[in-house]
């Protein structure tokens, strides 16, 4: 079946820098898409989210971007903290209300 | 209510016993959802419910599972017979209706020796 997929599994970056999180899906029927940060031992946390009528939504500090020509989205973190290490998964909503993950990205900030 | 609650949050079995996990989604919440995520993975769909019914069920929930919700609030899932490989974080969502994201709990994580 479709499924939602990250471009990279890791991704390493310096305190104060901008981070990007890229994601490709491939059901075209989604019409929501979700961002989620996950820390050790925690459950999935709500970061941002976008209907696929939007192609940008900004946030505290985040902003996602959606192409639903080439069927990607992105996270963008502005000037990345130590606390944003975790990883980062991307979810869409297909036309059966569920969430599809992928595998996710693991950010690492660098002191 | 602070948010969806997961108990126990961690559970070691020994293979062949049975396990109950419980979910306390948001209480304004009419959608629960139960998520399987193994090491490195993203979470996976086991099944939800509307309110107390049972909608749907992926095909990775073998026989051995079963879950309830039997006033449409808390709800359980069982594993009978565990197996090595039944080893995983269980997640259960919460959502109010088919127009908005989860909130999901902490988590059970099992690990069956």
């Known amino acids: 079946g479709e499924s939602v997929g990250l471009h990279l599994p890791t991704l390493s970056v310096q305190e104060g820098d901008n981070s990007i999180i890229n994601c490709a899906y491939s059901n075209s029927a989604s019409d929501y898409f979700i961002w989620y940060k996950q820390e050790s031992g925690k459950g999935p946390q709500f970061i941002i989210d976008i209907r696929s009528n939007m192609d940008k939504r900004q946030g505290q500090r985040v902003t996602v971007l959606l192409n639903k020509t080439v069927k990607h989205l992105s996270l963008q973190i502005a000037a990345t903290q130590p606390g944003d290490s975790a990883v980062y998964f991307c979810?869409?909503?297909?036309?059966?209300?569920?969430?599809?993950f992928g595998a996710g990205t693991t950010v690492t900030v660098r002191a | 209510d602070t948010g969806v609650s997961q108990n126990p949050r961690h559970k070691i079995t020994k293979r062949g016993q049975n396990v109950t996990f419980r979910c306390d989604p948001i209480?304004?919440?009419?959608?629960l959802y139960w998520y399987r995520q193994t090491l490195g993975q993203g979470p996976e769909f086991l099944t939800y419910f509307q309110n107390e019914a049972q909608l749907e069920k992926s095909r990775l929930l073998s026989d051995r599972f079963s879950a309830e919700r039997p006033k449409g609030s808390f709800s359980t899932l069982e594993i009978q017979r565990t197996e090595q490989g039944d080893s995983a974080m269980y997640l259960c969502a919460s959502s109010a209706g088919q127009s908005y994201g989860y909130t999901f709990g902490s988590g059970t994580r099992l690990t069956v020796v």
């Open positions: 979810a869409e909503r297909g036309d059966d209300y569920k969430l599809s």
């Open positions: 209480s304004e919440h009419n959608r």
